[in-house]
């Protein structure tokens, strides 16, 4: 007795062709372009068959999305509803996925008969970075996310053109004295090769010249001096941390003191000044 193969077995056996390239017994005596062509036609027709019997896309699923909008996801999947769900190239749609600014990772998979699912990894901002008087959210990588209107308390502000990309090693060094970190307000990156960090305000604030290398042991070396004799407490313009046997300091000019007086100039034997 013969067998009738079911309208949505069907579909099936054409997704399960369509996963194996449509591997259809066209013989090499072809020249390539119409081998490519065959294929071509054949992995068109058998879309069209798998879309008449119920393979269309009906719904899109999205896990881990907070940031992303469903409008780029929707362009970058480019897919509408109703569409043969074979048809969907799920790694090119990956790629673009990827490609949108707060995304780190994604996955996409058909779920036949018609559900596409995308999973997604964001990114987190870390820092906001200031330039040319605009604000861009950077992840933990140094990877610029989107521009802010305005400054975020909630984030340290970081300044220079490299400072996205050193950004995470220069607060992993600050973060190993956790009440000195928490009043770290901004970073600035000088001649991309150090920073000064600004604590309590950007603008006057304790400004804290960094060295070079060795950033941990600096701050720890302040976090110890604060401890013991609360030299933040007094009102400073900067300390340089820069060399290690020796602490630079200045004090803040009061702006309603008086100027001090100029020295006069002694004039040389028998000359006028």
Do not use: C
Not at 13 to 39: E, F, M, S, T
Not at 216 to 245: K, N, P, T, V, Y
Request: aromatic share 4%; hydrophobic share 50%.
């Amino acid at each position: 007795m013969r067998r009738v193969m079911q309208p949505k077995a069907f579909a099936w056996a054409a997704a399960a062709l369509l996963g194996v390239g449509g591997a259809i017994a066209v013989k090499l005596v072809l020249p390539p372009a119409a081998v490519a062509d065959a294929r071509a036609r054949w992995h068109n027709t058998l879309i069209d068959v798998s879309a008449s019997l119920g393979l269309k896309l009906d719904a899109l699923t999205v896990e881990g999305r907070t940031m992303t909008e469903p409008g780029d996801l929707l362009a970058a999947l480019d897919a509408e509803r109703g569409m043969p769900i074979l048809s969907i190239d799920v790694a090119q749609a990956r790629t673009a996925i990827e490609a949108l600014p707060w995304v780190r990772s994604a996955k996409v998979e058909r779920r036949l008969p018609g559900t596409v699912h995308v999973q997604i990894e964001e990114r987190a901002p870390y820092a906001l970075w200031q330039r040319s008087g605009r604000y861009t959210l950077v992840d933990r990588e140094g990877k610029a996310l989107v521009d802010v209107p305005d400054a975020d308390a909630s984030l340290p502000l970081i300044v220079g053109p490299d400072a996205p990309a050193n950004a995470a090693a220069l607060f992993e060094s600050l973060n190993t004295e956790t009440d000195l970190a928490a009043r770290v307000r901004a970073a600035v990156r000088v001649g991309q090769r150090r920073w000064n960090v600004y604590l309590d305000s950007f603008e006057g604030g304790i400004t804290i010249r960094l060295p070079e290398d060795d950033v941990a042991a600096a701050w720890a070396r302040l976090a110890g001096l604060e401890r013991a004799h609360q030299i933040l407490e007094r009102d400073l313009d900067f300390i340089d941390l820069r060399i290690a046997d020796r602490l630079v300091v200045r004090v803040r000019k009061d702006p309603n003191a008086p100027p001090e007086p100029k020295a006069k100039r002694a004039s040389a034997p028998g000359k006028s000044i």
